[in-house]
Protein backbone atom coordinates (compact mmCIF):
# COMPACT_ATOMS: atom_id res chain seq x y z
CA UNK A 1 0.00 0.00 0.00
CA UNK A 2 2.77 2.26 0.85
CA UNK A 3 4.38 1.88 -2.39
CA UNK A 4 1.62 2.28 -4.39
CA UNK A 5 0.78 5.78 -2.83
CA UNK A 6 4.65 6.56 -3.09
CA UNK A 7 4.18 5.92 -6.87
CA UNK A 8 0.93 8.14 -7.02
CA UNK A 9 2.04 10.57 -5.36
CA UNK A 10 5.86 10.74 -7.32
CA UNK A 11 3.66 10.25 -10.74
CA UNK A 12 0.92 13.17 -9.34
CA UNK A 13 4.42 15.25 -8.67
CA UNK A 14 5.90 14.72 -12.51
CA UNK A 15 2.17 15.39 -13.71
CA UNK A 16 2.23 18.71 -11.79
CA UNK A 17 5.44 19.52 -12.86
CA UNK A 18 5.27 19.01 -16.42
CA UNK A 19 1.80 21.38 -16.58
CA UNK A 20 3.54 23.70 -15.09
CA UNK A 21 6.50 24.05 -16.34
CA UNK A 22 5.18 23.81 -19.92
CA UNK A 23 2.49 26.71 -19.25
CA UNK A 24 5.91 28.78 -18.06
CA UNK A 25 7.58 27.85 -21.35
CA UNK A 26 4.59 28.39 -23.33
CA UNK A 27 4.32 32.06 -21.51
CA UNK A 28 7.57 33.36 -21.82
CA UNK A 29 7.77 31.69 -25.70
CA UNK A 30 4.50 33.97 -26.82
CA UNK A 31 5.59 37.16 -26.07
CA UNK A 32 3.57 38.76 -28.38
CA UNK A 33 0.04 40.18 -27.96
CA UNK A 34 -2.72 40.51 -30.25
CA UNK A 35 -6.57 40.29 -30.62
CA UNK A 36 -8.63 36.93 -31.81
CA UNK A 37 -12.28 36.20 -32.53
CA UNK A 38 -13.83 32.81 -31.10
CA UNK A 39 -14.98 31.37 -34.58
CA UNK A 40 -16.37 28.49 -32.91
CA UNK A 41 -15.27 25.26 -31.06
CA UNK A 42 -13.97 21.99 -31.17
CA UNK A 43 -16.42 19.42 -29.84
CA UNK A 44 -14.83 16.37 -28.61
CA UNK A 45 -18.01 15.37 -26.27
CA UNK A 46 -19.25 11.46 -26.01
CA UNK A 47 -22.38 10.88 -24.87
CA UNK A 48 -23.09 12.75 -22.12
CA UNK A 49 -20.01 13.98 -21.41
CA UNK A 50 -19.08 17.40 -22.93
CA UNK A 51 -15.68 19.32 -23.78
CA UNK A 52 -15.21 22.17 -25.73
CA UNK A 53 -11.76 23.72 -26.67
CA UNK A 54 -12.44 27.15 -28.31
CA UNK A 55 -11.26 27.88 -32.16
CA UNK A 56 -9.62 31.55 -32.63
CA UNK A 57 -9.00 33.22 -35.28
CA UNK A 58 -6.20 36.27 -35.02
CA UNK A 59 -3.83 38.65 -37.38
CA UNK A 60 -0.15 38.12 -36.51
CA UNK A 61 2.72 40.15 -39.25
CA UNK A 62 -0.02 40.66 -41.74
CA UNK A 63 -1.67 37.36 -41.68
CA UNK A 64 -4.84 35.38 -40.39
CA UNK A 65 -4.54 32.52 -38.45
CA UNK A 66 -7.04 30.40 -36.81
CA UNK A 67 -5.95 27.83 -34.40
CA UNK A 68 -7.64 26.24 -31.36
CA UNK A 69 -6.36 26.30 -27.53
CA UNK A 70 -4.91 22.95 -26.09
CA UNK A 71 -7.83 23.28 -22.90
CA UNK A 72 -11.01 21.69 -22.69
CA UNK A 73 -13.63 22.32 -20.43
CA UNK A 74 -17.62 21.16 -20.11
CA UNK A 75 -18.45 24.50 -21.14
CA UNK A 76 -18.09 27.16 -23.38
CA UNK A 77 -16.77 29.83 -21.67
CA UNK A 78 -16.93 32.51 -24.95
CA UNK A 79 -19.37 33.57 -27.60
CA UNK A 80 -18.95 32.97 -31.00
CA UNK A 81 -17.78 36.16 -32.38
CA UNK A 82 -16.53 37.37 -29.07
CA UNK A 83 -13.22 39.21 -28.97
CA UNK A 84 -10.21 38.06 -26.86
CA UNK A 85 -6.72 38.89 -25.97
CA UNK A 86 -4.05 36.40 -27.13
CA UNK A 87 -0.27 35.90 -27.01
CA UNK A 88 1.55 34.23 -29.85
CA UNK A 89 4.99 33.28 -30.39
CA UNK A 90 6.54 35.67 -32.66
CA UNK A 91 9.13 33.13 -34.06
CA UNK A 92 5.87 30.43 -34.40
CA UNK A 93 3.01 32.99 -35.20
CA UNK A 94 0.76 30.06 -34.84
CA UNK A 95 1.72 29.16 -31.48
CA UNK A 96 -0.68 31.59 -29.19
CA UNK A 97 -2.54 31.00 -25.73
CA UNK A 98 -5.96 33.49 -24.64
CA UNK A 99 -4.95 35.20 -21.96
CA UNK A 100 -7.18 35.10 -18.87
CA UNK A 101 -8.12 31.28 -20.17
CA UNK A 102 -5.59 28.88 -20.86
CA UNK A 103 -2.37 29.49 -19.20
CA UNK A 104 -4.67 30.10 -15.82
CA UNK A 105 -6.31 26.95 -15.88
CA UNK A 106 -2.70 25.02 -16.75
CA UNK A 107 -1.50 26.50 -13.49
CA UNK A 108 -3.73 25.92 -11.18
CA UNK A 109 -3.87 22.05 -12.63
CA UNK A 110 -0.52 21.51 -12.01
CA UNK A 111 -0.57 22.81 -8.54
CA UNK A 112 -3.40 20.72 -7.81
CA UNK A 113 -1.39 17.88 -8.91
CA UNK A 114 1.81 18.86 -7.15
CA UNK A 115 -0.29 19.79 -4.00
CA UNK A 116 -1.58 15.93 -4.20
CA UNK A 117 1.35 14.48 -4.55
CA UNK A 118 3.03 16.80 -1.27
CA UNK A 119 0.09 15.89 0.98
CA UNK A 120 -0.26 11.77 0.21
CA UNK A 121 3.46 11.55 1.96
CA UNK A 122 2.89 14.34 4.92
CA UNK A 123 -0.77 12.31 5.49
CA UNK A 124 1.41 9.18 5.38
CA UNK A 125 4.05 10.72 7.91
CA UNK A 126 1.24 12.04 10.12
CA UNK A 127 -0.44 8.34 10.67
CA UNK A 128 3.16 6.95 11.63
CA UNK A 129 3.36 9.66 14.03
CA UNK A 130 0.26 9.17 15.44
CA UNK A 131 0.82 5.08 15.44
CA UNK A 132 3.52 5.27 17.10
CA UNK A 133 2.47 8.11 19.96
CA UNK A 134 -1.12 6.79 20.81
CA UNK A 135 -1.03 3.72 22.06
CA UNK A 136 -5.03 3.47 23.25
CA UNK A 137 -6.01 1.28 19.82
CA UNK A 138 -10.19 3.12 20.19
CA UNK A 139 -8.22 6.84 20.97
CA UNK A 140 -5.75 5.94 18.16
CA UNK A 141 -8.47 5.19 15.83
CA UNK A 142 -10.68 8.26 16.27
CA UNK A 143 -8.08 10.39 15.52
CA UNK A 144 -6.95 9.19 12.59
CA UNK A 145 -11.10 9.09 11.45
CA UNK A 146 -10.86 13.22 12.42
CA UNK A 147 -7.83 13.14 10.48
CA UNK A 148 -8.57 11.45 7.17
CA UNK A 149 -12.11 13.87 6.88
CA UNK A 150 -10.03 16.83 7.81
CA UNK A 151 -7.73 15.84 4.98
CA UNK A 152 -9.84 14.97 2.83
CA UNK A 153 -12.08 18.48 3.35
CA UNK A 154 -9.07 20.66 3.32
CA UNK A 155 -8.35 18.82 0.24
CA UNK A 156 -11.98 19.79 -1.73
CA UNK A 157 -11.43 23.22 -0.30
CA UNK A 158 -7.96 23.33 -2.18
CA UNK A 159 -9.18 21.98 -5.08
CA UNK A 160 -12.27 24.04 -5.19
CA UNK A 161 -10.74 27.21 -4.68
CA UNK A 162 -8.23 26.85 -7.11
CA UNK A 163 -10.89 26.27 -9.86
CA UNK A 164 -13.53 28.23 -8.70
CA UNK A 165 -11.59 31.07 -7.61
CA UNK A 166 -10.98 32.48 -4.01
CA UNK A 167 -14.30 35.41 -4.31
CA UNK A 168 -16.22 32.73 -5.18
CA UNK A 169 -15.07 30.25 -2.69
CA UNK A 170 -15.52 32.58 -0.02
CA UNK A 171 -18.93 33.38 -1.09
CA UNK A 172 -19.86 29.33 -0.74
CA UNK A 173 -18.31 29.14 2.26
CA UNK A 174 -19.93 32.29 3.89
CA UNK A 175 -23.11 31.26 2.84
CA UNK A 176 -22.58 27.68 4.02
CA UNK A 177 -21.80 29.28 7.47
CA UNK A 178 -24.59 31.33 7.76
CA UNK A 179 -26.87 28.02 7.13
CA UNK A 180 -24.94 26.27 9.45
CA UNK A 181 -25.55 29.28 12.43
CA UNK A 182 -28.88 29.36 11.54
CA UNK A 183 -29.38 25.76 11.38
CA UNK A 184 -27.31 25.76 15.37
CA UNK A 185 -30.09 28.75 16.46
CA UNK A 186 -33.29 27.21 15.33
CA UNK A 187 -32.09 23.55 17.17
CA UNK A 188 -31.53 25.73 20.42
CA UNK A 189 -35.22 27.23 19.41
CA UNK A 190 -36.57 23.72 19.62
CA UNK A 191 -34.68 22.62 22.76
CA UNK A 192 -35.83 25.84 24.64
CA UNK A 193 -39.23 24.77 23.81
Wanted: proline letters at 4%; glycine letters at 6%; hydrophobic letters at 50%.
Amino acid sequence: MILFLTLFSLGFGILGTVMIRSAYVKERACSASAEGMVVGYRDASRGSKHSYSPIVEYQAENQIFTGETNIWFNYRPFQEGEYVSIHYNPEKLEDFYIKQYDLPAAYKMGAIFLLTALGIPAALALFAVINRVITDPKKKERIQAVLLVALIVLFIFIVFCALAGPVITICIFAVMGLFTLYGIRQNRRRKNL
